[in-house]
């Protein structure tokens, strides 16, 4: 992806274009940084993973680990593959918690049926709709990807896909593949109306149809249009060194307010909220 957040114009295989200087930006550029940490943040919001327990999930097209970071911040763990040795590189430099795989989406998820509780992907299908090589087919690609991924998710599990399609047609074609191999789901697009911050995620669903949610930026009602405002200006709690206070005060609270406008039940905020227990004997 470009230091914009915006799809690369480039042709050619992936493993190409996310070379160690293409990889290196993942380490230094904070533009990019917080992109791919905000879409990854969306992208799990959108899973709708029960509160009650940590989840095991799939990052596919994981990268530099970016996006897995904020899955083992959320307290689930993951599995990440990614066909970039540079990328996984830096995963592994990184020190991130899941465990990395070095391999192609387009020959499937080589995964046990059911591994899996969910699976997020950032700007990496889009991908599957070029033909690299001689013997690649993409629609054959795709159909191999979705079937093997419905296959290695658990029953009631969702994928979203955040994805950047170059025009109607890849977005027909990888839709077409997704529903072929028996997802149900459809696209949720946040800020539809924002050239800049539109965003597509491609919300998939195993087993029964769920309500599809609503993109980001998409009423107009009073309290919608704040929701989307408040999501868009989120806070980022940072120390001096831009490093994240996790579980100070400010967190926690943003955090409740988060999960509040997800629909779930929340406590009400004390004077308590985010106060350090002290250990019980
Ligand atoms: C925008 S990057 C994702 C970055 C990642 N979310 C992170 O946190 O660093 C897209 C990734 O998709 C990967 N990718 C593209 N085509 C792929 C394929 N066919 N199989 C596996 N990974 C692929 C690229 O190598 C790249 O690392």
């Given at each position: 992806?470009?230091?914009?957040?915006?799809r690369p114009?480039?042709?050619?295989?992936?493993?190409l274009f996310?070379?160690?200087?293409?990889a290196?930006?993942y380490t230094?550029?904070?533009?990019m940084?917080?992109?791919q940490s905000?879409?990854?943040?969306r992208a799990v919001?959108?899973l709708?993973?029960?509160e009650d327990r940590p989840c095991?999930?799939l990052?596919?097209g994981c990268g530099?680990?970016l996006?897995?970071d904020y899955i083992?911040?959320?307290?689930?763990y993951?599995v990440?593959?990614?066909?970039?040795?540079?990328?996984l590189?830096?995963?592994?430099?990184?020190?991130v918690?899941?465990?990395?795989?070095?391999?192609d989406?387009?020959?499937?998820?080589?995964?046990?049926?059911?591994?899996?509780?969910?699976?997020?992907?950032?700007?990496a299908?889009q991908?599957?709709c070029?033909?690299?090589k001689?013997?690649?087919r993409?629609?054959?690609?795709?159909?191999?990807f979705f079937?093997t991924?419905?296959?290695a998710?658990?029953?009631?599990?969702?994928a979203v896909?955040q994805?950047?399609?170059?025009n109607?047609?890849?977005?027909e074609?990888?839709?077409t593949q997704?529903?072929?191999?028996?997802?149900?789901?459809?696209m949720v697009v946040d800020?539809p109306?924002s050239?800049?911050?539109k965003k597509?995620f491609?919300c998939?669903f195993?087993g029964?149809?769920a309500?599809?949610?609503?993109g980001?930026g998409t009423?107009c009602?009073?309290e919608?249009?704040?929701?989307?405002?408040?999501?868009?200006e989120?806070?980022?709690?940072?120390?001096a060194?831009?490093?994240?206070?996790?579980?100070s005060?400010d967190w926690?609270?943003?955090k409740?307010?988060?999960r509040?406008r997800?629909?779930k039940?929340v406590?009400?905020?004390?004077r308590?909220t985010g106060?350090k227990r002290?250990?019980?004997?």
């Amino acid at each position: 992806m470009a230091a914009s957040g915006k799809r690369p114009e480039h042709r050619g295989p992936p493993e190409l274009f996310y070379d160690e200087t293409e990889a290196r930006k993942y380490t230094h550029n904070s533009r990019m940084i917080e992109i791919q940490s905000q879409m990854s943040e969306r992208a799990v919001e959108l899973l709708g993973l029960p509160e009650d327990r940590p989840c095991f999930l799939l990052d596919v097209g994981c990268g530099s680990g970016l996006s897995g970071d904020y899955i083992s911040e959320e307290g689930h763990y993951w599995v990440g593959m990614d066909i970039s040795p540079a990328m996984l590189d830096v995963a592994i430099e990184r020190e991130v918690e899941g465990d990395l795989m070095l391999t192609d989406m387009g020959q499937g998820i080589p995964f046990r049926p059911g591994a899996f509780d969910g699976c997020i992907s950032i700007s990496a299908v889009q991908w599957l709709c070029n033909a690299d090589k001689k013997t690649h087919r993409p629609p054959k690609r795709l159909y191999r990807f979705f079937s093997t991924l419905y296959t290695a998710l658990a029953r009631g599990a969702r994928a979203v896909l955040q994805l950047y399609p170059e025009n109607s047609q890849q977005l027909e074609l990888i839709t077409t593949q997704a529903m072929k191999a028996g997802f149900t789901g459809g696209m949720v697009v946040d800020y539809p109306n924002s050239a800049k911050a539109k965003k597509f995620f491609l919300c998939l669903f195993v087993g029964p149809t769920a309500v599809l949610p609503k993109g980001l930026g998409t009423e107009c009602s009073d309290e919608e249009t704040a929701q989307a405002k408040f999501i868009r200006e989120r806070i980022r709690f940072k120390n001096a060194k831009g490093q994240s206070v996790k579980k100070s005060r400010d967190w926690v609270l943003e955090k409740k307010e988060r999960r509040r406008r997800q629909g779930k039940e929340v406590r009400a905020d004390t004077r308590y909220t985010g106060r350090k227990r002290r250990p019980h004997f």
